[in-house]
């Protein structure tokens, strides 16, 4: 099935650092969205994005829906041990059946 | 908030087992979706259903069927389950045109 190309697939980064993230795809979505997954947990929505060009802030995050409608990145600033977890990028299209289009994830590690 | 309850957090079953996993939302959502995750593979969706009764093949349905009988609920059923559907299950939820809840999951192992 289609997916949506998510790098990086893995970081290992101190406590306090930065993380960037992104999603590409070679189709048009309309709404972009991003997820995290703590261990043994299901995916909980972070941040919703649904207009191009759209940057939007919860907390320490930050992502943005690209101005081609094809791309998204998410930041996290001044990162905690409770950060980590897998982080999914989703995209939705225009079909009517509300299928979301899935990353293969980047799963976040923390050193305090 | 919404709620998507997935019936049990782990379960073992043997080889050739019939199983159901059973999936309760609260918020009259339409659409309703099961995936398996599996390390490196990301979330793949098995089966989704946007209405009563309806039914649709993800990208890996063999071995799995599903009923949606009433609106709240989606099962999964594992005709005859193998050790290669040992997997975390997780059930989502949404109304078309915005993102998913996601149920907590349920782990199963079949030896």
């Known amino acids: 099935g289609q997916q949506l190309n998510q790098s990086p697939q893995s970081m290992f980064i101190q406590e306090g650092e930065d993380v960037s993230m992104n999603c590409t795809s070679s189709?048009?979505?309309?709404?972009w969205l991003w997820y995290k997954q703590d261990p043994g947990e299901g995916p909980v929505l972070l941040i919703a994005l649904y207009k191009a060009g759209e940057l939007t802030s919860n907390g320490r995050l930050t992502a943005q829906f690209g101005i081609t409608r094809k791309d998204s990145f998410l930041n996290i600033s001044a990162s905690i041990p409770s950060d980590v977890g897998i982080y999914f990028c989703?995209?939705?299209?225009?079909?009517?059946?509300?299928?979301?289009?899935f990353g293969q994830g980047t799963t976040l590690q923390v050193k305090p | 908030d919404v709620k998507v309850t997935q019936s049990s957090r782990y379960l073992v079953k043997r080889t050739g087992e019939k199983v159901f996993l059973e999936c309760v939302q609260d918020m009259d959502h339409e659409n309703m979706f099961w995936y398996r995750q599996d390390p490196g593979l990301g979330l793949r969706l098995i089966y989704f259903s946007y209405d009563v009764k309806m039914k649709e093949k993800g990208d890996i349905p063999e071995g799995y069927s599903v009923s949606r009988e009433k609106k709240e609920r989606f099962s999964l059923i594992l005709e005859s389950a193998s050790t290669n559907q040992t997997s975390m299950y997780l059930c989502?939820?949404?109304?078309?045109?915005?993102?998913?809840?996601f149920g907590s999951g349920t782990r199963l192992t079949v030896v």
């Open positions: 989703a995209g939705l299209g225009s079909s009517n059946t509300g299928k979301l289009i």
């Open positions: 989502a939820s949404s109304f078309a045109g915005f993102g998913y809840t």
């Open positions: 189709s048009i979505f309309n709404t």
